[in-house]
């Protein structure tokens, strides 16, 4: 059951980047959040349910290199949205270290993220319509072997991502149930862990930022 957090939480938890330092699942989603709204939140959910995550951090980009910044809001507009939309949940975060440490990659920002919470299980969480086109990500192999992936279906992706070079640079045979996730490490001795990824099918929210735009909707939408 959601709980809601309290104020004293509220006020804190998006101000810095918690450094833990124990053992934690942490799921890390990137995203424009312009704006942020129920289809953020319904993946949220989902992804903490099936993968058991401890919380889920969104990071607000600044500028997604693959967008056109035409029709953007400025970065205090989204990140605003996001925190509406996160603040009676106490397991989401809104993290803008993207926009403080100047962050315009996402292998930048889980670079980062991985030395900062060295103990923490990070894994990252994108839509299936970011695996078909991961293979323009910047190093997009680096950060598939760096943290475990958990790609949450969209409408109209489904199959056709999983068929797509997104899917086959992850390694189809490195497919796992999303509770088996875990973050890779290099142990003295041991041989570092093959890259892991999962594909949860039942995750098709219609709901998109471009949709409630053109609507007027925004966060009222459901």
């Known amino acids: 059951m959601d709980r809601p957090a309290p104020k004293s939480h509220r006020r804190h ?7 833990y330092r124990y053992p934690r699942r942490i799921g890390v989603m ?7 709204h129920h289809g953020h939140l319904h993946i949220a959910k ?4 099936i993968a058991r995550l401890d919380e889920i951090w969104w990071l607000v980009s600044p500028q997604n290199p693959l967008k056109s910044a035409d029709d953007m809001a400025d970065f205090n507009s989204r990140l605003s949205s996001a925190r509406q939309m996160a603040a009676p949940f106490i397991w989401l975060k809104c993290l803008d270290i993207e926009e403080k440490l100047k962050l315009r990659t996402s292998y930048a920002s889980l670079n980062r993220l991985t030395k900062i919470c060295p103990k923490a299980s990070l894994i990252w969480i994108m839509g299936a319509d970011n695996l078909a086109q991961f293979p323009h ?13 958990l790609v949450m279906n969209r409408p109209g992706y489904g199959w056709p991502a999983l068929a797509g070079k997104g899917a086959a640079m992850l390694g ?8 088996s996730l875990a973050r890779h490490e290099k142990k003295t001795g041991e041989r570092k862990k093959k890259k892991q990824w999962s594909f949860h099918h039942q995750t098709r929210n219609p709901l998109s930022a471009t949709i409630l735009r053109h609507s007027g909707k925004g966060l009222n939408a459901i």
């Open 46 to 49: 989902e992804a903490r349910k």
């Open 13 to 19: 938890q998006m101000a810095a980047l918690p450094g």
């Open 30 to 36: 990137g995203g424009s959040f312009n704006p942020a």
């Open 137 to 149: 990500w910047y190093r997009a192999g680096d950060i598939a072997n760096l943290l475990p992936i």
């Open 172 to 179: 189809r045979h490195n497919r796992c149930q999303p509770a």
